[in-house]
């Protein structure tokens, strides 16, 4: 039997197993909560942090990409960490590299020390979501995975939808410290639960690929860097044009060494599968339409309508908290109907309630019209959340389960960062925060680009096919 047939090794579950899976999705998806929470928990909180700690616009959105480069940049090497000493393991110490970078955050005494903890915080988030999601779906059968990841989405959904909600609560009843402080408790609890309640697994024991693991963190480190750069220094720009160039020059680097080596941290016979490719880039133009749409979208509702950073993380709640209900829901359709039947019409269900608000920014229309394209755009994007990770999944080796979850997290990072940077290309083209006019002026076309990056989704959703399981 070849490294590659090898059958994933895991450690014999605890007594009681079956009784405590209810318990395994709870704990991995609070700790899953924690960190999408701190993914968009500092977009409503920026303007009282300006006032506080000072910097530049340019310097305080390195609060938002810091966070998001060392997440992107740690997946793969966490997803391979975790297969080789034990996931329980590797995931217990990333939920206490976050819950002490929360802590950190939150004492920072300028921007400068509150960028460098949450680049911490988003190396802690790159070991938590990748090894996560492996722990919870390598406890149930490939049948029930829609479901169980269903409700692990719903739940993280929420912390989606309470991010910005919880950014303008907590910023304007108590400080802006608040928003990091909240996470120290949960941390807490979290890495007590998870060395009671998840089992230890591991994947194929290889030797550590150092050579992938050097040229893949600096590969999306330096890409995430130059599409973040490159709509405030300019695309034209040199630091910019080698930050890209080098990132795609050391990626390719990885990916030559992968299908060179005999132990590959990325297995690439992986994408040989038409429904994992399909599923990764479905995943990517996902979270760019995504978060394209929620950066820009803040400005629109703070500077465009004026309203306060409480009512923004209001006027996102008809969109952003029906994954909680959704999800589960589609999650369960998902093992009866696959994943293409969901995904397709729920992303473009989700562009449609986008041109829709797109339309309407072009009005005097009160907040009461956006609603219902806020719950169209949310339920489609509900539809889709659970299906396409699933798919993914489903559509890797079992031994292959910690390194495709990595991919797929990877990809939803790299989605992100691009959805921002290019949304605010557009709206710097068009607009600006001068006034509401303007910044009008800039949030359609920006809106239109995150609908059209969902009909792409749509689109390459269309390679997704059922997994065939013995």
């Known amino acids: 039997m070849t490294t590659l047939e090898a059958p994933v ?5 605890p007594a009681g197993g079956g009784r405590r899976t209810p318990l395994t999705i709870a704990v991995t998806a609070v700790a899953y909560f924690m960190v999408t929470l701190d993914t968009l ?5 920026l303007p009282t942090i300006h006032r506080d700690l000072g910097g530049s616009v340019e310097i305080l959105q ?3 990409n810091a966070y998001n480069m060392a997440f992107a940049a740690g997946i793969i090497t966490a997803a391979a960490l975790g297969d080789r000493w034990g996931r329980r393991r590797v995931y217990t110490a990333g939920l206490g590299i976050f819950t002490v970078a929360s802590a950190a955050c939150a004492l920072a005494p300028t921007t400068a020390t509150l960028i460098a903890f949450r680049a911490v915080q988003g190396a802690g988030a790159a070991i938590i979501v990748p090894l996560g999601l492996t722990l919870l779906t390598s406890a149930f059968p490939a049948e029930r995975r829609g479901a169980v990841v269903g409700i692990w989405g719903g739940i993280a959904g929420l912390g989606v939808a309470a991010g910005p909600l919880e950014g303008g609560v907590v910023t304007q009843g108590l400080s802006w410290h608040w928003i990091f402080w909240v996470n120290v408790p949960i941390g807490l609890v979290a890495m007590v639960a998870a060395r009671i309640v998840l089992p230890e697994t591991r994947g194929v024991r290889t030797r550590l690929d150092v050579p992938a693991l050097v040229f893949v963190a600096a590969g999306v480190a330096s890409l995430v860097w130059g599409l973040v750069q490159g709509p405030t220094a300019g695309w034209n720009s040199g630091r910019v044009l080698t930050a890209l160039i080098g990132g795609v020059a050391l990626l390719g680097a990885f990916v030559w060494w992968e299908a060179r080596t ?8 992986l994408f040989r599968s038409v429904s994992f490719s399909g599923a990764v880039t479905t995943q990517f133009l996902m979270a760019a339409s995504i978060y394209a749409a929620a950066f820009i979208m803040s400005d629109y509702f703070q500077f465009g309508r004026g309203d306060s950073p409480l009512a923004t993380g209001l006027r996102f709640l008809p969109w952003t908290a029906t ?3 959704v999800a589960p829901i589609a999650g369960a359709a998902f093992d009866r109907l696959g994943a293409r039947r969901l995904v397709v019409p729920g992303l473009l269900m ?3 309630g986008f041109a829709v608000i797109v339309h309407l920014a072009t009005t ?3 907040y009461g019209a956006y609603v219902l394209p806020f719950i169209v755009a949310g339920v489609g994007i509900s539809m889709s959340l659970p299906c396409v990770p699933a798919a993914a999944l489903n559509a890797a080796p079992e031994q292959f389960l910690g390194k495709a979850a990595g991919v797929v997290n990877t990809m939803q990072l790299f989605g992100a960062t691009f959805g921002v940077a290019i ?3 557009v709206f710097n083209a068009r607009g600006s925060l001068d006034s509401p006019t303007s910044v009008s002026d800039g949030f359609r076309p920006a809106l239109a680009v995150a609908a059209g990056l969902s009909v792409l989704g749509a689109l390459s959703g269309l390679a997704l096919r059922r997994a065939r399981r013995g």
């Open 9 to 13: 090794r895991l450690s014999a579950a």
């Open 41 to 45: 928990v500092v977009v409503t909180a």
């Open 423 to 425: 949304a605010t290309v």
């Open 364 to 366: 005097d229309a009160g």
């Open 62 to 64: 390195w609060t938002i």
């Open 350 to 352: 989700q562009a449609a």
């Open 323 to 325: 994954p909680l209900i």
């Open 262 to 269: 005999a132990e590959p941290m990325i297995p690439l016979r």
